[in-house]
């Protein structure tokens, strides 16, 4: 079976340096995480933060990620940007990031 193209093909410029991984926390001693509950720890960048996802077609995919591309912006700085405009449009006050 042969895997999907990435985005990450798309890069021009060589990553940058990333800094040595941490250790995985230790698994909870009893019960188990059930549906619905988030880890004690993650990373800084998703603490506090809620996941929303979507289906769109592969040209709307791939569209934004060029986009996204163009800009030097991330996927998710886009789509809060959207987000916020369509609070905006509909007379809600925009989050932010």
Do not use: C, W, Y
Not at 1 to 20: E, G, I
């Amino acid at each position: 079976m042969s895997r999907k193209p990435s985005f990450a093909n798309l890069r021009s410029v060589a990553p940058a340096a990333t800094p040595a991984p941490t250790p995985a926390p230790a698994p909870p001693a009893a019960g188990g995480a059930g549906e619905g509950s988030a880890p004690a720890t993650g990373p800084a960048s998703r603490q506090g933060r809620k996941q929303i996802a979507g289906f769109f077609s592969p040209e709307m995919s791939f569209a934004m990620h060029m986009l996204a591309r163009r800009q030097g912006r991330s996927l998710q700085a886009l789509m809060a940007e959207a987000f916020n405009d369509v609070l905006r449009k509909h007379g809600e006050s925009p989050i932010g990031d």
